[in-house]
């Protein structure tokens, strides 16, 4: 699919009553008039659908669902027991930025947190306007099937306001593209999150069963299995996202929250048993090698579900994250380049076993540890051509300055395969990123069985034996640990520790905050600068 370009001009208050950012003004050179770029339906679907594909992916910081820095992927990682930014003497202290995340300190003017709110609400009101132009196109061209347009944006608008209800709890539901000031009032994370699932429920019916993780028509785009993975995530962390108040030490029970699926009245946990196996009866499986949901090529995996295509040569999209992690020898030794930044934490070397005869097998997949080589197997040296390059994981601390592993405490992101030809020090690479992909599915499916007090084991252990590692007895603290192995650096931790009920606790290097076991950590705070310009939001518990 090539990457297509906006043709929208949008009025955007961004919640705050202000005008349009700066990067949201295009040259007029860029653009089409309304007229021309909404007179067929092939218009309508290039302009009004395809269009909003741009926002998936991303080039500069916190914007895009995963690729870049100091956005969604960021406040889902670096807050968690999963990964770190080491400061590294004059390295990586960026005004304390990164310690903040990971010690939870982030504050109600973090212009990280404030600029993910933007992009996303930013995609939000551009997919209301796309849906104002198709609902102008068909009722002067009624008989054109707009349908299957008008689902497709739904249901990726739905996908935002995931992300926005994941991360911020409780939060304006704006369906206008142009919305005055009054009519942007905050709403209980309960209502946001059933908008969500109807959106997505009332979409899936006309949307393509097609792959969206492979070349064609649908590649990169919103498809039926998509948003069966959705709404899977979605029951999963229902007691979560059905909890209006996440500060006084109750949720609702998964067992008595329903959703109607196939004619069925489901609870939480069947909901994302049945989605699993829908999953299943489309084709989607386990890759018998982990490694080639990861590959250079990873367009044929049968068990990716939705990625952001890349291509560096058609596509603007950066990943950045293999960049930002390697020393800047091991980048030099590919032909890249390398920030020699972030790293796994103590908590992960236990999780994998690392150091013991019962290292899980996909430690060697995900992290660099140890001495490290190039391409050819040559040992990495550093500046000095006589000192090899040897990663220190159990060195890692949230201050390494001044020791004598300063450069090299931590083991290193790894998942993705290198790609020597990438372009811009290794940021503009051929892997697609991966989003979302069936083992989730899987592990998801067991959590669910033992949540609703059924057994787990056997989705649980198609994950483990596909990497060569024994079966065990699905548990929630067992499933908690397989999902920091099997999903590392996907970005699911901070998630998966709120729906355990663990994002709030102590952990190496990171005592709890004063106050934070109510959980008012859980979700990200409204930006301040948001709230001070519209006396209809109010800023959340705690902060």
């Not at 250079?296 to 930002?324: G, H």
């Not at 057994?455 to 024994?470: C, F, I, K, T, Y």
């Amino acid at each position: 699919m090539k990457r297509i370009y906006v043709f929208i001009s949008a009025a955007l208050s961004l919640l705050s009553g202000a005008s349009c950012s700066a990067y949201l003004d295009e040259s007029p050179k860029d653009r089409l008039d309304e007229e021309t770029a909404y007179s067929t339906l092939s218009d309508v679907q290039r302009n009004g659908v395809l269009s909003l594909y741009n926002y998936v992916g991303g080039y500069v910081d916190s914007q895009g669902l995963q690729g870049t820095g100091r956005g969604i992927y960021d406040l889902n990682t670096f807050t968690t027991d999963e990964a770190m930014m080491p400061t590294r003497g004059g390295d990586w202290y960026d005004g304390g930025f990164w310690q903040g995340l990971y010690l939870h300190r982030w504050g109600v003017n973090n212009e990280a947190i404030y600029a993910t709110w933007e992009y996303l609400y930013r995609t939000v009101i551009l997919c209301n306007g796309s849906l104002e132009k198709i609902q102008a196109f068909s009722a002067a061209h009624p008989t054109e099937e707009v349908a299957p347009l008008v689902a497709e944006v739904r249901a990726l608008r739905a996908m935002f306001y995931y992300y926005i209800m994941d991360l911020f709890g409780s939060v304006p539901l704006i369906e206008k593209s142009s919305p005055a000031l009054e009519e942007i009032v905050q709403e209980k994370r309960s209502k946001v999150f059933y908008f969500i699932v109807k959106e997505l429920m009332d979409s899936e019916p006309f949307l393509s069963l097609e792959r969206s993780n492979q070349p064609g028509v649908y590649y990169g785009r919103v498809t039926r299995p998509v948003v069966w993975f959705l709404l899977a995530k979605l029951a999963l962390n229902a007691e979560v996202y059905a909890d209006d108040d996440w500060t006084d030490g109750s949720r609702p029970d998964g067992k008595s929250l329903f959703f109607e699926v196939d004619g069925q009245s489901l609870n939480a946990w069947q909901t994302v048993c049945r989605y699993g196996e829908k999953l299943a009866a489309a084709g989607y499986s386990l890759e018998e090698d982990y490694t080639a949901n990861f590959a250079v090529f990873n367009e044929s995996s049968k068990e990716n579900i939705f990625v952001i295509p890349m291509d560096k040569t058609l596509y603007a999209n950066q990943f950045i994250y293999l960049f930002r992690s390697r020393h800047y020898n091991h980048a030099k030794a590919y032909g890249l380049g390398g920030e020699n930044g972030a790293s796994a934490t103590k908590e992960v070397l236990e999780a994998f076993g690392y150091d013991t005869p019962q290292v899980d097998a996909r430690f060697d997949y995900c992290y660099f540890a140890g001495p490290v080589n190039d391409l050819e197997g040559r040992q990495v040296m550093l500046d000095d051509g006589v000192t090899p390059l040897v990663y220190e994981p159990w060195k890692v601390a949230l201050d390494v300055s001044g020791q004598p592993w300063e450069k090299t405490a931590g083991a290193r992101m790894k998942k993705y395969e290198v790609d020597p030809t990438a372009l811009k020090d290794g940021k503009l690479l051929d892997n697609d990123i991966v989003l979302f992909r069936y083992a989730d599915m899987l592990l998801m499916q067991s959590e669910a069985k033992v949540r609703n007090g059924e057994n787990g084991d056997a989705e649980l252990n198609r994950v483990r034996s596909r990497v060569g590692m024994p079966p065990q007895t699905a548990t929630l603290d067992c499933l908690l640990e397989e999902r920091m192995r099997e999903l590392a650096w996907e970005g699911w931790r901070r998630q998966d520790l709120i729906r355990f009920g663990r994002f709030t606790r102590a952990y190496s290097d990171r005592p709890q905050l004063p106050g934070e076991e109510n959980g008012y950590t859980t979700v990200f705070p409204i930006p301040e600068k948001v709230v001070g310009m519209n006396p209809n939001l109010y800023q959340h518990k705690g902060y």
